[in-house]
Structures are given as C-alpha cells and as structure tokens.
C-alpha cells in the first residue's frame, strides 16, 4: 500500500510511540525507508519521546525532605539512647556517702605527727575537706570503683588543725581525732541541686503558659521550643539524681544532668520536628 507523506506524517507519532496497528507501522515503514524527507520526521519523533526529564528543583527538593526525616529520624534516637547511657553511668559512678561506724576507719598518730587513716571498707574513697581551722572526712563508695581509689590515707600534721571530723550528713559530725572537744559541729549537704530544679520547673511553668497562650503563632511555637530545654533538664534530674536533691558534691551531677538534658532536648526537638512535618 503506497501512502503519502502527508498520511505517513499524521501516522509516524502513533508508531514511535508504539500505538499504531501492526498494519499501519508496516505501510509506514515501508514508506519511511524509501522517503528521507519522513525518515527525518520519525527520527525527531524517535528523539523528542525520551522520557520526559522531571525538573531539577521539586526532585532536589523531595530529596532533601527524605534526607532531613531521616537525619531527624537519627539524631531522636540517637539523643534518647544517650540520655539514657548518661542517667545510668552517673548512677553507677555516684558516691554513696558511708554514715560513721565504729568499724569503719582506724586513725593513728605516726611519730612524725601525721595522722594515718585507714579505712576497712574495699573500694572505697576517702574526701577530705577543711572547714575553718578543723579538717573534715567522710568515706564514699561507688557501683563501680572510683577512680580516686585510696584506703589509706596520710594527713600532714601542718595540715591538721585542731581536730579531724567524721562528716555525718545526717547529724552532728564525729570527733575521730583533736584533743579540742567543739560541740555540735554540722556538715551540711549542699542544697544547690534543690535550687536548680526549682528554677527549672518555674521556668517551664511560665514557658508552658505563654507557649499555650500563644499557640498557633510563631512565638507559640519558638517558647514550645525553648520550653523544652528546663522540661529536658527536669527529667533529666529525676534521671540523674532521682528524687533526691541533696549532694556532698554539686559539680558532678550538674556535669551529668546537663549532658543528659542536652541529648534529650535534640532528641525532643528532632522527634516533634518530624511528627510536625507529617502534617
Ligand atoms: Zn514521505
């Protein structure tokens, strides 16, 4: 069947794209082997029905979406995981304050005048401090051993002062050595942590109420995201410290606390950034 270019054109889309008949494409080919003006036809053809290309910046676009869910995705859980590695390991390492016993230490005088502190308990580290002209003591005790870890300890007689206490937390501190008797000598716990979670919690509240009242503006949202950091720090505590909030020591639980509050903030903001994008 001889066609005419003007019906093999009109044809020639319908067979690059292959919805021709078989009837049609053969007619069609036949005529395009022997016509280069339609051979130069279905060649565009051929050229132009490459898939189309999807523009460049929605396809960038979508990328970047998935690549920052799952960047999102990650740093929730990687911060959560932390959080938790922190609370525990600052559990393990917390010194757990001995109360005096009898059996506990043994103070002797050596010629030189020092005094020689030995302490019956295994593992366990000896904290000396000086308050006013007297010297206080106390023995602590880790889950894991502390890295300071003595048994014996040797006090310099220039060092001494008039008397060595035994720190009680709980009560009047013990004369273990001094040939002064000072009656009812205190060493309290510092109370600083108390302190802390205090303003923590008094900032959240007010936080918490202007995120509330503010809610569905961009304030709102801002003070939801920086209510987050004193709510982090509060689990964090309770994480760190339980419910107590008294401490011989105030440096290494703040140390704890913060850093597990910092990886739970990440985690919280990384968790709601992505449930709010799903929206
Ligand atoms: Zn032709």
Redesign the pocket.
């Known amino acids: 069947m001889k066609l005419?270019?003007g019906i093999?054109?009109d044809l020639l889309p319908l067979v690059v794209e292959g919805l021709s008949g078989e009837q049609s494409r053969a007619a069609v080919m036949e005529?395009?082997t022997?016509?280069p003006?339609?051979r130069r036809i279905q060649l565009q053809l051929e050229q132009d029905s490459v898939p189309e290309i999807v523009p460049q910046v929605p396809l960038q676009a979508v990328k970047n979406q998935i690549a920052a869910k799952r960047r999102r995705t990650v740093v929730a859980a990687v911060g959560l995981v932390l959080s938790v590695v922190f609370c525990v390991f600052a559990r393990l390492t917390e010194p757990v304050w001995l109360p005096y016993s009898d059996d506990l230490l043994t103070v002797d005088t050596l010629e030189s005048g020092d005094l020689l502190v030995t302490v019956s308990q295994p593992h366990a580290g000896i904290a000396i401090e000086h308050t006013g002209g007297e010297m206080t003591l106390s023995i602590w005790k880790n889950a894991l051993s502390p890295q300071n870890e003595r048994e014996i300890v040797v006090i310099p007689y220039e060092e001494l002062g008039s008397a060595l206490y035994y720190a009680d937390f709980a009560g009047e501190d013990t004369l273990i050595w001094g040939n002064v008797q000072t009656d009812g000598q205190q060493t309290l716990p510092r109370l600083v942590m108390g302190y802390y979670l205090v303003m923590a919690a008094g900032m959240a509240v007010i936080l918490g109420i202007l995120a509330a009242v503010c809610r569905k503006t961009k304030i709102g949202k801002l003070m939801f995201y920086i209510w987050l950091a004193p709510a982090s720090y509060i689990i964090a505590h309770f994480g760190v410290m339980g419910l107590s909030t008294v401490t011989a020591d105030t440096v290494r639980p703040l140390g704890w606390i913060l850093a597990a509050a910092a990886s739970l903030y990440l985690a919280a903001v990384s968790f709601i950034r992505l449930v709010w994008h799903k929206q």
């Open positions: 005419s270019c093999v054109q005529h395009v022997a016509c003006e339609c």
